[in-house]
């Protein structure tokens, strides 16, 4: 299905790509949104890895490394792609990923609010590699689980792992 007018000015839409369009005001709309991964990992000292937001939506807040699917690629894939990405570690840097839960965030893009379905999972880091924040990451670091209050983790889906993780020592076995 081509989209032909922008759903939030009414202006015509040019593809730019095969699922993104633009208008002349400079709205840019995705047909279909991605869903989208992240990864909570923690250390030997059930410490678990934060990541500080650089950008809206949730500039400042602390997120768990992830983000949307490319295309034709597995949620594992995003996860191992977008933990490259925004703060340096390999697969080779963690253990596998093991799903927590799924859930809808609310992303804010522009003027619109599109839901996401996102999956949560968790990992244990392997050694002491090297992290360096980037992409969309302003700091990383790690926290003391039992010290992280959930209300500072931006996106829904994120938090509820967190919790599911904490409070149910998923990390102990």
Request: a negative charge.
């Amino acid at each position: 299905m081509e989209m032909n007018y922008c759903r939030r000015c009414g202006l015509a839409l040019i593809s730019s790509e095969l699922d993104v369009y633009t208008c002349a005001n400079g709205h840019t709309i995705y047909r279909n949104v991605a869903p989208a991964a992240s990864l909570w990992i923690l250390n030997d000292a059930n410490e678990v890895l934060v990541a500080t937001r650089a950008h809206e939506p949730g500039l400042g807040a602390f997120d768990s490394p992830g983000g949307f699917n490319d295309g034709a690629e597995t949620f594992e894939g995003a996860i191992a792609r977008e933990i490259q990405e925004e703060i340096g570690l390999s697969p080779a840097d963690y253990t596998k990923p093991v799903y927590i839960l799924s859930g809808i965030d609310t992303y804010s893009f522009g003027s619109e609010d599109v839901k996401v379905l996102s999956n949560v999972y968790w990992a244990r880091i392997i050694g002491t590699p090297t992290m360096t924040p980037g992409d969309d990451v302003a700091d990383v670091r790690f926290i003391p689980i039992d010290t992280i209050n959930p209300d500072d983790i931006f996106f829904d889906a994120p938090r509820a792992g967190f919790i599911a993780l904490r409070d149910n020592g998923l990390y102990n076995t």
